[in-house]
């Protein structure tokens, strides 16, 4: 255990105003750490030839892609040693969810990432103390998962990264903090089938309603998927609390002995109270009527996770929604120091001392600019470049932030987008936050036919001539599970908004017909379960899915195809605005 372990034991607001007051000097003798310790590896010593001088490592060290160390990192899952990319043993390989970017990515993992995550997750959670009292006296309902591990050929697991922090020592000896009390046991969390665990997490969280003070998901859309699950499950659960008696599905072992215990004896009462309240003909504010005493949600819901605050803010009648950081397979980035604000004014404090960073300033044309942490300009969009302590170098991550503000002297960050997720069927661009921003505009639409817009996907049709945009639509109404009428001119102008909310290099292309009209395919309820179930089997991970923004894969398509009951186009001009 190092410095930064030991003070996640014993927390202290000075270590975030350390760390946040010197970042230059603690990048510098990070970096300096990282190749002192990795300037040998097989893949260091051809540019640095030994060396862990920061100027040379600029000079000489190549910004990579995932293509470019892709052999280095197989050849270590192989049963190469582990210095062919890392000074340090590998403990492990941590796994991307696979919907981001198409792609499903293996990455080395080391105690060093543990560490930054365990330091993550404490100081956040401090963070969020200081803003809501009386979270000493709770605990948290937080859906935890774990997924298989598999092995490489060399033996070491390979997992979602949280899987490997939920089996190390870091979470079994955690301290006793109250961002550590759960309502649900270990064995809930670490056991690998979602579906008992899902239902035992929402069993023992019931059962200890009155003590639940924050409500947590990785991510906005796990936490909409638990309201449909507990929608499907409500009457089953409120069985087994009456009884005493757990459900027999639930056969792992460990699981149904540790939520057995919580479950304790029939409890008709509390039985009764939660019928009473899933019988009612709409679960607004379904959360905080199930469990009364939470203060606050705590979940992703930056970049495409915007999608789903206004489902989530129906269902928890406005609870604050606190995106706490920001984290990927790669590395840890920073933490939301105003966890109160609005979702879509979240910024993220970058740590130093988590990764080396480097930003690789993005529409810079022909010129290439990579700047240091401390030195990035307010109002800028970069690229994030991380160097690791197990093994990559520079490496392009993929996300687009920009610099909102600083806080001390460390840069303050607004996740603006993926580089890699747009559209085009001619010579326009769509992003990926183009889509969603038109997509909460239309959303605005649908409040006038009491309809939500569950999740959504798109694509490119390019079959037709001229190609157009495909939008896969999941709807549910507010006031009850099923959906028994669409009004087709709700639907029509959904098509016309969406239209209207993308630029002018676009409408520009529909107008000469090089664009075809927009499609909206309203799909049915469950539709996109099924795509998730998708992705799993081609090997993404349950517990960091995400509903892809933009899909190319035939065999997703043809998934939603099958589930289509409604088409939608537009039938309006679009308008052509110009900045003076």
Not at 16 to 39: F, H, P, R, Y
Not at 398 to 405: C, R, W
Not at 485 to 498: A, F, H, P, R, S
Request: with cysteine; proline share 4%; net charge negative.
């Amino acid at each position: 255990m190092s410095m930064w372990s030991d003070l996640c034991d014993k927390l202290d607001e000075k270590v975030l105003e350390n760390l946040t007051s010197n970042v230059k000097q603690i990048q510098d003798d990070l970096l300096e750490g990282i190749l002192t310790l990795n300037a040998n590896t097989e893949y260091l010593r051809r540019f640095l030839h030994g060396s862990s001088d920061k100027e040379l490592f600029k000079k000489n060290v190549p910004v990579t892609t995932y293509e470019d160390v892709k052999l280095f990192i197989d050849r270590v899952a192989n049963g190469e040693p582990f210095d062919v990319i890392s000074g340090t043993p590998i403990t492990g390989f941590s796994l991307s969810s696979g919907t981001s970017g198409g792609i499903r990515k293996i990455f080395p993992c080391n105690n060093k990432y543990l560490e930054n995550l365990n330091f993550i997750y404490c100081y956040r959670s401090l963070v969020i103390s200081k803003h809501i009292d009386g979270l000493d006296h709770g605990k948290g309902m937080v859906f935890n998962f774990c997924v298989p591990e598999h092995s490489t050929p060399s033996g070491l697991p390979v997992s979602a990264a949280t899987t490997l922090f939920f089996k190390s020592d870091y979470f079994k000896n955690r301290p006793s903090y109250w961002h550590w009390s759960f309502t649900s046991p270990d064995e809930v969390i670490l056991c690998s089938d979602n579906k008992q665990s899902m239902y035992c997490h929402l069993l023992c969280g019931i059962v200890q309603r009155d003590e639940v003070v924050k409500v947590g998901t990785a991510f906005v859309s796990t936490l909409v998927r638990v309201i449909t699950f507990l929608e499907k499950h409500w009457k089953e659960i409120c069985t087994n609390i009456r009884y005493g008696h757990l459900s027999e599905w639930i056969t792992d072992k460990s699981c149904r002995d540790s939520v057995s215990k919580i479950l304790g004896e029939p409890n008709p009462e509390l039985a009764d109270l939660i019928v009473n309240e899933c019988n009612q003909k709409s679960w607004e504010g379904i959360i905080q009527r199930l469990w009364p005493k939470t203060k606050f949600i705590e979940s992703i819901a930056t970049g495409q996770m915007a999608q789903h605050i206004p489902t989530l803010e129906f269902y928890s009648n406005k609870l604050p929604l606190i995106s706490s950081s920001y984290v990927s397979s790669e590395t840890m980035f920073g933490i939301n120091m105003n966890p109160l604000c609005k979702p879509q004014d979240v910024s993220y404090t970058f740590m130093p001392n988590f990764s080396y960073f480097e930003f690789l300033l993005v529409d810079a044309g022909d010129e290439v600019e990579i700047v240091d942490l401390v030195d990035v300009k307010l109002g800028c969009h970069y690229e994030p470049l991380v160097t690791n302590h197990s093994g990559l170098h520079r490496y392009k991550m993929g996300d687009i932030v920009q610099v909102t503000g600083f806080y001390n002297s460390a840069p303050q960050f607004r996740f603006a987008r993926r580089g890699s997720l747009v559209l085009s069927v001619h010579m326009e661009i769509t992003t990926d936050q183009v889509l969603l921003n038109a997509a909460t505009h239309a959303k605005m639409v649908l409040e006038s036919s009491n309809l939500m817009l569950i999740d959504f996907t798109s694509y490119a049709d390019i079959s037709t001539t001229p190609g157009h945009y495909v939008l896969y639509w999941e709807l549910k109404g507010k006031y009850n599970n099923n959906i028994a009428e669409i009004d087709n001119k709700v639907l029509v102008e959904c098509c016309y908004v969406v239209e209207e909310s993308l630029d002018n290099f676009y409408k520009e292309y529909r107008k000469n017909g090089s664009i075809g009209a927009l499609e909206i395919k309203v799909v049915q309820q469950g539709t996109f379960d099924s795509l998730m179930e998708f992705f799993i089997t081609q090997g993404a991970s349950s517990t960091q899915y995400k509903t892809p923004i933009c899909i190319k894969s035939a065999e997703a398509i043809a998934i939603l195809e099958e589930k289509v009951h409604a088409r939608f186009f537009t039938d309006k001009s679009l308008s052509l605005k110009f900045s003076s």
